[in-house]
């Protein structure tokens, strides 16, 4: 079975705390996302990359980046976090599988920016 | 562009009822479609999914049509229970580049004993 891990499942940061989100899959897939996830809007994408050092921005990239050193490993940072930032954050790779994409998803990060 | 259009929840049924929950696509082209549940506490993983027209996809009971006439994929159970309690994405590839969806809001699905 394909695991998608976060490094936490809730986190607490004080405005203008500088935050990393840690993602790792062990399935040797390309293709990693970053979301978030806020009642009634559904999935959000920040990033993705498609491959090591490579990165995309999504929908909402502003006040994020991301880091993509290793296949396995993708990072979501907060530079100076606030309080808007406060959500579920859902990482995810995918692969090709029966004629499309397939998407894995972590157990997500709960972020309260206090 | 590309969107994904799903019933407002939360749906609150009686165990052992049926089940539809309405999702409906604007995509150009023909891109796979995908419903995906949350269960409390926990990521998403994917339940169905169906790559063209007319396919049906299904899993632990669940069904779901592409429709393309109706540009749907509605997702059905013919009789819920309690643990089906759960939010449901519907979801669409992204034509120009196939590793990205495109997800609906997500309908929370609350079932009573």
């Known amino acids: 079975d394909v695991k998608v891990t976060q490094s936490s499942r809730y986190l607490v940061k004080r405005t203008g705390e500088k935050v990393f989100l840690e993602c790792v899959q062990d399935m040797d897939h390309e293709n990693m996302f970053w979301y978030r996830q806020d009642p009634g809007l559904g999935l959000r994408l920040i990033y993705f990359s498609y491959d090591v050092k490579m990165k995309e921005k999504g929908d909402i990239p502003e006040g994020y980046s991301v880091s993509r050193e290793k296949k396995e490993r993708f990072s979501l940072i907060l530079e100076s976090a606030s309080t808007n930032q406060t959500s579920m954050y859902l990482c995810?790779?995918?692969?090709?599988?029966?004629?499309?994409?397939?998407?894995?998803f972590g157990p997500g990060t709960r972020l309260t920016v206090t | 562009g590309d969107s994904v259009t799903q019933m407002e929840g939360p749906v609150t049924l009686s165990e052992e009822a049926f089940l539809t929950i309405n999702c409906t696509y604007t995509?150009?082209?023909?891109?796979?479609l995908f419903w995906y549940v949350q269960y409390p506490g926990e990521g998403l993983q994917l339940l169905l999914k169906?790559?063209?027209a007319d396919d049906k996809g299904s899993n632990k009971g669940f069904e779901a049509t592409y429709r393309k006439e109706t540009t749907s994929f509605h997702l059905e159970k013919g009789s819920v229970q309690v643990s089906d309690s759960a939010v449901y994405f519907c979801?669409?590839?992204?034509?120009?580049?196939?590793?990205?969806?495109?997800w609906g809001a997500g309908t929370k699905l609350i079932i009573k004993p």
């Open positions: 995810a790779s995918s692969q090709y599988k029966q004629g499309t994409y397939e998407q894995y």
């Open positions: 169906a790559t063209k």
């Open positions: 979801a669409l590839s992204v034509m120009d580049s196939n590793y990205q969806l495109i």
């Open positions: 995509a150009t082209g023909y891109p796979s």
